[in-house]
T-cell receptor, first 114, second 113 residues
Framework: DSGVTQTPKHLITATGQRVTLRCSPR?????VYWYQQSLDQGLQFLIQ???????AKGNILERFSAQQFPDLHSELNLSSLELGDSALYFCASSVVGQGWNEQFFGPGTRLTVL | QQQVKQSPQSLIVQKGGISIINCAYENTAFDYFPWYQQFPGKGPALLIA?????SEKKEGRFTISFNKSAKQFSLHIMDSQPGDSATYFC????????????FGTGTRLLVSP
C-alpha cells in the first residue's frame, strides 16, 4: 500500500459525459502528478500540482482539467468523454515537486467510456 | 516522440534465472531513473532507482546498471521467482518538467516455475 488513495476504483459512463476522479496524496506529500495508462500510449504524464499550484502540463487534452485543494487532495475532471478516453488514470504523490524525489502511485481509476 | 525506449517487450525466464530489462534515453537532462513494478489491476510500485552519478545500485535481488555515456540503464533481477511475474517499467525524471516521469513502454516478465 503506497498510502495514495484514489476513488472511484471503476467508472463506467457514456460518451459526452463528464466525470471527476479524486486522489488523496500520502500524508506529508505536497506534490500530485496525474498519469494516464492506455494500451496504445502506455503511461503518459498529464499534469502536476504542487501545494495547490499547477506546475507542469503534459499531454493533457483541453477537455481535461485538474486542481489541487487546500487539504492537498486533487481532482481530475474529464468532460465531453470519448471512447478513446477509456484508460487507467493514476495519481502519484511526492514530498516535493523538484529535485530527486520518489513518486508513489495510487491504485488507479479504471474509466470505461461506452 | 518516445524519449525512453525499453526492451524486450516480453520476457520468459525460468525460476532461479536472471531477468534483464534494458532502457535507453535521449534527453541528457534526465536526472533520476526509477524502475516500477506493476501487477495486473494495481498501480505501479517503486522498485529501485538510481541517479546518473552512480554506475550501479543493488537492493536485494534487484540491481540497476547505469551507463551515462551510452545513455542506457538496465534492471537485473537475480534468482527470479514466480512472484516476480509482472510488468516492469523504466522511467526517467525530467527536471525541466518539475520531475514528471517519462516512462518506457514496459516489459511483461513471466517467471516459469
Amino acid at each position: 500500500d503506497s498510502g495514495v488513495t484514489q476513488t472511484p476504483k471503476h467508472l463506467i459512463t457514456a460518451t459526452g459525459q463528464r466525470v471527476t476522479l479524486r486522489c488523496s496524496p500520502r500524508s506529508g506529500d505536497l506534490s500530485v502528478y496525474w498519469y494516464q495508462q492506455s494500451l496504445d500510449q502506455g503511461l503518459q504524464f498529464l499534469i502536476q500540482y504542487y501545494n495547490g499550484e499547477e506546475r507542469a502540463k503534459g499531454n493533457i487534452l483541453e477537455r481535461f482539467s485538474a486542481q489541487q485543494f487546500p487539504d492537498l487532495h486533487s481532482e481530475l475532471n474529464l468532460s465531453s468523454l470519448e471512447l478513446g478516453d477509456s484508460a487507467l488514470y493514476f495519481c502519484a504523490s511526492s514530498v516535493v515537486g523538484q529535485g530527486w524525489n520518489e513518486q508513489f502511485f495510487g491504485p488507479g481509476t479504471r474509466l470505461t467510456v461506452l | 516522440q518516445q524519449q525512453v525506449k525499453q526492451s524486450p517487450q516480453s520476457l520468459i525466464v525460468q525460476k532461479g534465472g536472471i531477468s534483464i530489462i534494458n532502457c535507453a534515453y535521449e534527453n541528457t537532462a534526465f536526472d533520476y531513473f526509477p524502475w516500477y513494478q506493476q501487477f495486473p489491476g494495481k498501480g505501479p510500485a517503486l522498485l529501485i532507482a538510481i541517479r546518473p552519478d552512480v554506475s550501479e545500485k543493488k537492493e536485494g535481488r534487484f540491481t540497476i546498471s547505469f551507463n551515462k555515456s551510452a545513455k542506457q540503464f538496465s534492471l537485473h533481477i537475480m534468482d527470479s521467482q514466480p512472484g516476480d511475474s509482472a510488468t516492469y517499467f523504466c522511467a526517467a525524471s525530467d527536471p525541466t518538467g518539475f520531475q514528471k516521469l517519462v516512462f518506457g513502454t514496459g516489459t511483461r516478465l513471466l517467471v516459469s516455475p
